[in-house]
């Protein structure tokens, strides 16, 4: 009877080991293993319903931010489908603030 006390403990204890490891991992796009996307899968992702761009190598669903941007959506909107490093660079190249709101939305890399 103790025995099997024990046993149900330290299962449940495993098992709450288990879920906060889980809780406590990364998000799917920080990992190495992130989706590769091909820009013609990009290229697909080119309306407001569906907004994907390509920045310096990675890819970002900003379908969710056009809306949002204090810059305007139709800046964003002229993004959706394409590669937008130049114009993301030009406009905010080094402030971090548009910096780190992209991550948010990162998706997966750019594949080769
Ligand atoms: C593609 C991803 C982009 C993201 C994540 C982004 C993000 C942001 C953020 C966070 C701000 C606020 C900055 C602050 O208040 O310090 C901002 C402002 C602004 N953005 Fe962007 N931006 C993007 C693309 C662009 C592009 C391509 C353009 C222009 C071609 C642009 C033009 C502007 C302008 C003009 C402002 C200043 C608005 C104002 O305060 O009057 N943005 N953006």
Redesign the pocket.
Known sequence: MMRRRLATTTLTGLAAVLLLAACAAPEAADDADAPDIALSEVEQNASAESCW?A?DGDVYD?TE?IPQ????AD??EA?CGTD?TA??E???GG?G??ES??EEFRIGELAD
């Open positions: 761009v920045i900003l931010w941007h204090p810059g305007g800046r964003i993004l937008g114009q993301f030009g406009q905010h402030q603030g548009p709101q992209l």
